[in-house]
């Protein structure tokens, strides 16, 4: 079995070396190695906040290093990530112990050589006080990257499309874990029961004022293991995709479709909008993602919900001219959950790049299963105006037989900046939802 400190370090390998996703893989190392209770949140911490603070830790490791990061080994490297984010950011650990256990974390992965080198690293950041310079603050971009731990390129990204105070405030909004919100089965039960039922299990659920089908809640657990998850009654659904699902605003006896459904919280959401009376298609490109939304819908109980396969970017064939309602949630950056997901802080630009046009031939194809007097919702969980707005323009620019369609929006919901009445990006700073776009157009000929 491994403790806190080894199992943090395996997570932070598998997704350095393997890709593998942060929260997938945090989940299955601790159950491998039993954590539980402080050593699980230890873990957890320290695996998130050296995902969420990389460039920073790097950054003061090149100051201290005598040797080119580049060739630093990768498990030394990750190691050093490790102790210098406990030295500089977890008060709870003793600058002594925070140096000794990376020493001998290094010699467990057989680093016999590098722990030397660790160990006078960490040391020198110790004798230094913790102290490292800072870019020039007259460089925005690169100070304002080193001080919240994102690339140059998507700060100065964000800076060429917001105003620099939201980009900011947003960039601090990024660290530390977002809140967690639960969207209630109101098929199954009522949103009153559901919190009364969290509640005494010791979790803290609060009301959600942008939605009254969602809980905001903190103190889970597992939420899997949680009674209410288990009888089917919530689901993990961020409140911008709530609010997405809402805004559809599908009815009993209408056919609505969910192009790029996986895992599928939107197609749960509007089928249950609708009491489970909708004919709602929930669609995926990959066979085991599919599956996953029929074993969620049957844990449910939704029964409105018939999910297939099927290649967004290219099919239409008998879908054509088919549906009432139709949400395209399209392939994106990942821009708005970099809170949720920090690996995605180290995605390479060039990879964004390629984004918009995929996403603007998926939302064309899309529209062809749109009925006249249908309404086409299309949505993306980044902050990226090449992938939102602009889609959503020239969409309208180029598809005659649509027209806007204005968005019903909660009267809690805060704009963070101007846009057209069909057009809604959603910051996190200023919500407390994920980052999210959402924009909807109607068939009018």
């Known amino acids: 079995m491994k403790n806190a400190r080894e199992a943090a370090f395996e997570v932070l390998y598998r997704v350095e070396n393997d890709a593998s996703y942060s929260n997938l893989t945090l989940d299955k190392v601790q159950k491998e190695n039993n954590l539980q209770g402080r050593d699980s949140s230890f873990c957890t911490a320290l695996v998130y906040g050296v995902l969420e603070r990389q460039l920073t830790l790097d950054y003061i490791i090149r100051q201290y290093s005598s040797v080119r990061l580049k060739k630093i080994e990768t498990k ?80 100065k990204l964000w800076l060429s499309a917001y105003r620099e105070t939201l980009v900011e405030d947003m960039l601090k909004s990024f660290v530390g874990r977002p809140d967690l919100t639960l969207r209630v089965n109101t098929l199954k039960a009522t949103v009153s029961d559901v919190k009364s039922e969290l509640e005494a299990e010791g979790v803290k659920a609060e009301l959600s004022p ?83 939304i029929k074993k969620s819908a049957s844990r449910l109980g939704i029964t409105s919900i018939k999910a297939d396969v099927r290649n967004a970017l290219t099919e239409v064939t008998d879908l054509k001219e088919q549906f009432d309602a139709v949400l395209c949630d399209a392939p994106c950056s990942g821009l708005g959950v970099i809170g949720r997901k920090p690996e995605i802080r180290n995605r390479a630009l060039e990879d964004i ?21 249908g309404r086409l919702f299309y949505s993306t969980c980044t902050l990226n105006p090449q992938e939102n707005n602009l889609i959503a323009d020239k969409f309208l620019s180029e598809h005659k037989d649509f027209e806007a369609l204005p968005l019903n929006l909660n009267e809690n919901i805060k704009k963070g900046m101007d846009e057209p009445s069909n057009q809604l990006t959603l910051f996190p700073h200023i919500n407390g939802t994920d980052g999210f776009f959402i924009s909807a157009f109607k068939k009018v000929r």
Request: with cysteine; glycine share 4%.
């Open 353 to 373: 790049n390629a984004l918009p046009a995929l996403q603007y031939d998926i939302l064309k194809n899309t529209a062809k299963l749109v009925k006249t007097g």
């Open 76 to 155: 030394a490297l990750i190691i050093l990530r490790m102790g210098v984010y406990q030295l500089l950011f977890m008060d709870s650990v003793h600058a002594g112990a925070a140096v000794n256990e990376s020493v001998t974390l290094a010699k467990k992965q057989k680093l016999h050589k590098a722990s030397g080198f660790i160990n006078g690293l960490l040391r020198s950041f110790v004798r230094a006080e913790l102290k490292y310079k800072m870019p020039d603050e007259a460089d925005k971009a690169k100070f304002l990257s080193v001080k919240y731990s994102c690339p140059e390129d998507i700060v």
């Open 210 to 292: 942008l939605s009254e089908n969602a809980l905001v809640v903190s103190s889970t657990g597992s939420v899997e293991s949680l009674k209410p998850f288990i009888e089917g009654n919530i689901y993990v659904q961020d409140i911008s995709s709530v609010i997405c699902s809402e805004l559809v605003a599908p009815k009993a006896g209408e056919k609505v479709a969910d192009v790029c459904a996986a895992p599928g919280s939107k197609s749960f959401s509007m089928a249950i909008l609708a009491e489970d009376k909708a004919k709602l298609s929930s669609f995926d490109l990959y066979p085991h993602k599919v599956e996953l």
